[in-house]
């Protein structure tokens, strides 16, 4: 994947992403004409050192008419509740 979709995924600016790159060449390759071998764990790994979240996909769609699934879908509303809370408080200083 190019910088622009890893920024992308990760919810960061291309800066943030090339900036990153740059300085930790150890976590994001390079290939032989120089060009960056983004995959998806190194995605991953750019999230971790840049102290962001990824958001899980989350359960599909056929469970929301499932009465058995309401308890794991209030606990994934209100992970992302908390994480959404956090990301505003964060921004607000």
Same mark, same amino acid.
């Not at 750019?46 to 209030?74: F, N, Q, Y």
């Not at 509303?77 to 959404?84: A, G, I, N, T």
């Given at each position: 994947?190019?910088?622009?979709?890893?920024?992308?995924?990760?919810?960061?600016?291309?800066?943030?992403?090339?900036?990153?790159?740059?300085?930790?060449?150890?976590?994001?390759?390079?290939?032989?004409?120089?060009?960056?071998?983004?995959?998806?764990?190194?995605? %991953?790994?750019?999230?971790?050192?840049?102290?962001?979240?990824?958001?899980?996909?989350?359960?599909?769609?056929?469970?929301?008419?499932?009465?058995?699934?309401?308890?794991?879908?209030?606990?994934?509303?209100?992970? %992302?509740?908390?994480?959404?809370?956090?990301?505003?408080?964060?921004?607000?200083?």
């Amino acid at each position: 994947m190019s910088i622009k979709e890893c920024a992308d995924l990760i919810g960061v600016s291309t800066r943030v992403v090339s900036r990153y790159a740059r300085r930790n060449a150890d976590v994001v390759p390079r290939d032989r004409l120089g060009r960056y071998v983004i995959t998806d764990d190194v995605a %991953r790994d750019i999230a971790a050192g840049l102290g962001v979240v990824i958001d899980a996909p989350g359960l599909p769609l056929d469970v929301l008419s499932d009465p058995s699934m309401r308890e794991a879908l209030t606990r994934l509303r209100f992970e %992302r509740e908390h994480r959404l809370m956090a990301l505003i408080r964060q921004r607000e200083r």
